[in-house]
């Protein structure tokens, strides 16, 4: 024999607060060729960038190209600004960029980049996560360059 709900069930069900569903992380794992990646890219899915910034001396190669996410890309590129006036006033002079790649995935999951002085021994290190992350914190930027020297993140 069924009873019906009591009043208080009804109650607690009618002061449940339903939270959206996180926002998945993407999925780039069946990504596994340029064109398929290009045209993701078409569909603003993805975006195209040299991996070392050109405004760094990087070549324009095809091996210096890649594809990630829009998020990913800014990222990059406020890494880069910021990489670039270390440069300028001579707080770095090598710049060490990898992808790291899950699978057979074209996509990298992953761009660590390392910048150091070879006389001061200043050493920076970011990443930028670009899939497989669901809530990965911004990047966190670099120290001011014009800021002192002994500080080392």
Same mark, same amino acid.
């Given at each position: 024999?069924?009873? &019906?709900?009591?009043?208080?069930?009804?109650?607690?069900?009618a002061q449940?607060?339903?939270l959206p569903a996180p926002p998945l992380a993407?999925?780039?794992?069946?990504?596994?060729?340029?064109a398929a990646a290009a +045209?993701?890219?078409? *569909?603003?899915?993805l975006v195209r960038i040299h991996f070392f910034p050109t405004e760094l001396g990087?070549?324009?190669?095809?091996?210096?190209?890649g594809y990630v996410t829009l998020d990913a890309a800014a990222s990059h590129a406020r890494l880069v600004e910021?990489?670039?006036?270390?440069?300028e006033r001579d707080r770095i002079d090598r710049l060490e960029i990898? &992808? #790291?790649? *899950?699978?057979?995935?074209v996509i990298p999951n992953r761009i660590r980049m390392t910048?150091?002085?070879? +006389?001061?021994? #200043?050493?920076?290190? +970011?990443?930028? #996560?670009?899939?497989?992350?669901?809530?990965?914190? &911004?990047?966190?930027?670099?120290?001011?360059?014009?800021? *002192? +020297?002994?500080v080392m993140a």
């Open positions: 024999m069924l009873l &019906p709900p009591s009043p208080a069930t009804d109650a607690r069900t449940q607060v339903v993407p999925d780039f794992s069946t990504v596994t060729t340029r +045209r993701l890219a078409r *569909k603003h899915v990087g070549p324009k190669t095809k091996i210096n190209t910021m990489l670039a006036a270390y440069a990898v &992808p #790291e790649y *899950k699978g057979a995935s910048a150091t002085h070879s +006389r001061t021994g #200043e050493r920076y290190e +970011r990443s930028i #996560e670009i899939w497989a992350c669901g809530f990965c914190p &911004p990047l966190d930027p670099l120290p001011d360059p014009d800021g *002192k +020297r002994d």
